[in-house]
Every structure is written in structure tokens, then in C-alpha cells.
């Protein structure tokens, strides 16, 4: 299970309306499961349908986390015109089975967040539990 604060579940979906028409990346920081901050990234791609990270910011990204004891556990991305589920080029470029991928769809009317984990290009859902904000 997942843990997202509100504040950054609404951040990320900020970031993903903010970025449109194309697709809005980034990292999400924390331990274990657990997220505690979000680490927005530049889509390299500029793209509507394809995302990817600058090196050089990525570099940065892992350093940042780091330096606050932290670890990138989540890489999202928004699909502005596609479903909340893994693309098959999403799946192909998953390569780490311990990273979970967060993926924001804002084809509906409401923004739909799912998450993923992926092994051997095969997806299998992470549960997400929002934390916060009262309590
Ligand atoms: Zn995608």
C-alpha cells in the first residue's frame, strides 16, 4: 500500500494540469512505502503521448532525496488523453522492480492516480492510501 499526503497527491495534479497538453513527470520521495515529498522533473520529450527525465536533473533528484535521508520510491507521470494504466512503452521502459510507477489520468472529468509496481514488463497494482490532512 501506497501512502500519498493529500498535499502531494494535489500537487502532482497541479503539476499534470499545469503541463498540459503534454505529459507531466517526476519522483516521489520517501521510505518504504511510504511518501513524503514530490520532486517535480522537466519532461525532456515535451510530449502529449511519451515522457522522459534530463540526466543531469535526475542526478540532481537522487542527490536532493539523499541529502534529506530519503529515497525515490515513486516515478510518475501524467496521460492527459489516456486511461490510469501502464502504456506497453511505459511497461518496456519500467526496468526497476523496486520502484513503484504512479501514473495521474486526466481523461475524465475528475484526475484518476493508480500505481503499479512492474516485473518482468508485467504490472501488477499498488493500492494508494492518501494520509493527511486533519489528521
Ligand atoms: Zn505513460
Redesign the pocket.
Known sequence: MLQIPISVKEQIIDQALRELPN?ACGYLAGSGETVTAMIPMTNADQSPE??SFIPAEQFKAVKEARAKGLDLIAVY?S?PQ?PAR??A??LRLANDPKMIYL?VSLMESEPILKAFRVVSKVSTEVLIQYTGSDD
Request: hydrophobic share 25%; proline share 0%.
Open positions: 505529459e511519451h515522457f507521470h496521460h489516456s501502464l502504456s512503452e511505459d501514473v
